[in-house]
């Protein structure tokens, strides 16, 4: 018992007393009000936005747009490789709203949209000494 009193109550003393308030800015994870400062921030910004139409794995402008533009014409078919129900059915013209393919294709797409639109509003609210007239008008 004697034991226990002697640890546990300096532990809770030191335990109470190290509390503090902790205010973090962390850099890594800005966000849209805490970025678009300046031109190097204007230019990463619209180098993100392009990054939306080729972003790895089935990205817009890698194989999305092969397989939800081109197979949907007769020029192109899905080939026997193709074991996904949904390629295959953009194949035969025979898809739905229930598509996978389909739903990425057009995510990605308003994704690319939407982050164009907010680079365009925040970047004309930069002010003029921040960046330069040449950046701003891109």
């Given at each position: 018992m004697q034991f226990t009193k002697r640890?546990?109550?300096p532990a809770l003393l030191i335990g109470l007393s190290a509390c503090s308030s902790l205010d973090e800015h962390p850099q890594s994870q800005l966000v849209t009000d805490e970025f678009y400062k300046d031109g190097a921030q204007a230019d990463a910004a619209v180098t993100a936005t392009y990054r939306k139409l080729y972003e790895t794995g089935q990205s817009l402008?890698?194989?999305?747009?092969?397989?939800?533009?081109e197979m949907a014409t007769d020029d192109y078919e899905a080939g026997p490789r193709?074991?996904?129900?949904h390629v295959?059915?953009?194949?035969g013209l025979t898809?739905?709203?229930?598509?996978?393919?389909?739903?990425?294709?057009?995510?990605?797409?308003?994704?690319a949209i939407n982050a164009a639109n907010i680079a365009?509003?925040?970047?004309?609210l930069?002010?003029?000494?921040k960046i330069t007239a040449v950046l701003r008008s891109g």
């Amino acid at each position: 018992m004697q034991f226990t009193k002697r640890y546990i109550l300096p532990a809770l003393l030191i335990g109470l007393s190290a509390c503090s308030s902790l205010d973090e800015h962390p850099q890594s994870q800005l966000v849209t009000d805490e970025f678009y400062k300046d031109g190097a921030q204007a230019d990463a910004a619209v180098t993100a936005t392009y990054r939306k139409l080729y972003e790895t794995g089935q990205s817009l402008y890698n194989s999305l747009f092969q397989i939800g533009v081109e197979m949907a014409t007769d020029d192109y078919e899905a080939g026997p490789r193709a074991r996904n129900a949904h390629v295959r059915a953009i194949s035969g013209l025979t898809h739905d709203a229930s598509n996978d393919r389909m739903e990425q294709l057009w995510r990605q797409s308003y994704d690319a949209i939407n982050a164009a639109n907010i680079a365009i509003d925040r970047i004309a609210l930069i002010p003029g000494d921040k960046i330069t007239a040449v950046l701003r008008s891109g």
